[in-house]
Nanobody, 123 residues
Framework: QVQLAESGGGLVHPGDSLRLVCTAS????????MGWFRQAPGNERQFVAT????????DYADSVKGRFTISRDNVENTVDLQMNNLTPEDTAVYFC????????????????WGQGTQVTVSS
């Protein structure tokens, strides 16, 4: 089973950009559809973006559409989340996740999760 590790989080100012990277341990990575989720303190885990195994299909939460871009590299075994024009409302722990059967907006449909990376947007 693939293992996932997120990186790239940090403290930024409103309007800044960050690029999160999720690195998979397994050569089976191209078999997985991937998602990014986030969780702020006291809140449920929230869908951010998802991408199909071949990158042909992507989907975004309305709150990030036009600001965030999900992409993947099946040679490097990575899935990235480029985040632009960040706002304090984007502050959360960001998780990447993997599943076999198609893209999904629902966290309970993913069976592999990373440990998360903290993103804090503050002036």
């Amino acid at each position: 089973q693939v293992q996932l590790a997120e990186s790239g989080g940090g403290l930024v100012h409103p309007g800044d950009s960050l690029r999160l990277v999720c690195t998979a341990s397994s050569g089976a990575f191209p078999s997985y559809h991937m998602g990014w989720f986030r969780q702020a303190p006291g809140n449920e885990r929230q869908f951010v973006a998802t991408i199909s195994w071949d990158g042909a299909v992507t989907d975004y939460a309305d709150s990030v559409k036009g600001r965030f871009t999900i992409s993947r590299d099946n040679v490097e075994n990575t899935v990235d989340l480029q985040m632009n024009n960040l706002t304090p409302e984007d502050t959360a722990v960001y998780f990447c996740a993997a599943r076999y059967f198609g893209t999904s907006r629902y966290s309970h449909e993913y069976h592999v999760w990373g440990q998360g990376t903290q993103v804090t947007v503050s002036s």
